[in-house]
């Protein structure tokens, strides 16, 4: 009974949380798998940004439990922001379910498997499903550990939980709780060890991870504890790229826009979420600030690194949203010119201001304001890509292809790279002559001088 499968929908923070939740559960002695079929356990990593996310979560819930129902000893958790959102509810619609583990509790994953294991070795009653949501002080601190991975270039390092917007659409203030910040000083030393282990690239995370550390840390010499933070990664020998998601548009002060001048491991690459480029859809989702104002910190960012590269988050369709608005907003989307984009559409999430909004656009609508969006940034990934056409970029090789016998790796604007290669380049920066480009990926040959074959 001790396989265990971990399955992860939704974000990187997920992807995060469950790789703790699987570090610790290898410490305790379980054995990680990488098909369900071979476990005797599946947990479930859930995602509640979006209605469609839940469903699937559900529905695999759902599926899992006809496996038990021939194999009684099969166990089946739910974590994360679903089981958070949800909770008792979800005993009552999968009864199924043996573990529901809400955000703050992912280090008590593995004292709650034991117990279970327990309970149906001896064989009596088949136990009650385990519900533990409750906060609790400190969880933030919890998610330090990484699973050691064979030739891993690229990390995620988890530096806060929670936050304390009010965007009308979203959920997450209530899944995962008020900021809490991890100390600087923990996160720095979980940077040394993985640099040690080989790691080249880290992305620290945060619901709002410009956020990090504004009521625990001061400002010092202008910089808020977020730039600091980056400064002292980017100290830290053997790692060579650092990135960060996913900020709000009100963390990019001068302090930081300047960091992409002079922080030199810092990629020329923003996450920089607008959800809409209309002032009055962006006031009706409490959004703090105008496209005039995301405006400025697109134009301050370029004025320091003219070659910077913008992917964003945009919802289409949310209530009242008129065809003249979304035209405003689709306009100022092009005019941006985004080099990558996650569009979703509006999806309804139970207890937020947005429910019960009037004026809810039908799902026609909404797919067809999403391919409009869809079209323009086809065009203009495929045209900032054409433009590298001929030139030599910086790629960090993170290892094979899943096709072919290309590798792959990102260049420093997160350019998807192809090229032919072989193991002994993983980890290393090398530099890839351009010669052809899709929308979503450049092709073309190393050069190769200055790389360290051995």
């Keep these: ?88 509810e979800l005993v009552d619609r ?13 280090h008590a994953v593995p004292d709650h498997v034991d117990q279970l294991i327990k309970s149906y070795a001896a064989q009596g009653p088949r136990p009650t499903t385990i519900l533990d949501l409750e906060e609790e002080e400190g969880s933030q601190n919890t998610i330090k550990d990484h699973l050691p991975k064979k030739d891993q270039v690229c990390a995620f390092v988890s530096i806060m939980q929670g936050c304390n917007m009010n965007c009308a659409y979203c959920i997450v203030p209530k899944t995962r709780g008020r900021e809490r910040a991890r100390p600087m000083d923990q996160i720095v030393e979980e940077v040394h060890e993985l640099a040690e282990q080989g790691v080249k690239e880290i992305t620290l995370l945060g619901q709002i991870v410009t956020s990090y550390g504004r009521r625990d840390f001061p400002v010092v010499g202008g910089k808020s504890p977020f730039v600091q933070l ?48 209309c002032n009055k859809t962006l006031r009706a989702m409490n959004r703090p600030y105008t496209k005039e104002r995301y405006r400025e910190i697109v134009d301050s960012l370029r004025a320091v690194v003219p070659d910077m590269y913008f992917s964003t988050d945009i919802i289409v369709g949310f209530p009242g949203e008129t065809e003249e608005d979304f035209d405003e907003s689709a306009v100022f989307f092009e005019d941006i010119g985004f080099d990558m984009s996650y569009i979703f559409k509006y999806s309804i999430r139970t207890g937020t201001p947005a429910e019960t909004m009037e004026d809810q656009v039908s799902t026609e609508e909404k797919e067809r304001r999403n391919h409009v969006l869809l079209d323009i940034l086809a065009k203009r990934s495929l045209w900032r890509n054409e433009q590298l056409v001929g030139t ?18 990102k260049t420093r604007g997160y350019r998807n ?29 190393l050069v190769l001088a200055g790389v360290d074959t051995i």
């Design 1 to 88: 009974m001790n396989r265990v499968y971990i399955k992860t929908y939704g974000c990187q923070m997920n992807e995060r949380d469950s790789e703790q939740v699987a570090s610790s559960l290898r410490d305790r002695g379980y054995s990680m798998v990488d098909n369900e079929f071979d476990a005797d356990v599946v947990l479930l990593n859930t995602c509640s940004v979006r209605d469609q996310a839940e469903q699937k979560a559900i529905g695999k819930a759902g599926y899992l439990a006809k496996r038990k129902r021939s194999n009684p000893n099969f166990m089946i958790g739910v974590l994360g922001c679903m089981a958070q959102n949800r909770g008792s």
């Design 230 to 277: 980056i400064e002292r990664i980017n100290d830290i020998e053997g790692i060579d790229r650092i990135r960060f998601t996913s900020p709000h548009p009100r963390g990019f002060k001068q302090d930081l826009v300047e960091a992409y001048r002079d922080v030199p491991k810092l990629c020329e690459y923003v996450h920089l979420p607008l959800q809409a480029g």
């Design 392 to 409: 030599v970029q910086e790629v960090l090789v993170e290892g094979p292809a899943k096709k072919g016998y290309k590798f792959v790796g």
């Design 417 to 445: 790279s192809i090229f032919d290669g072989d193991d002994r380049l993983i980890g290393q920066l090398v530099q890839m002559k351009v010669d052809r480009a899709t929308a979503s990926t450049i092709y073309g040959d």
């Design 94 to 106: 999968l009864p199924d379910l043996d573990l529901i583990v809400g955000t703050q509790k992912f």
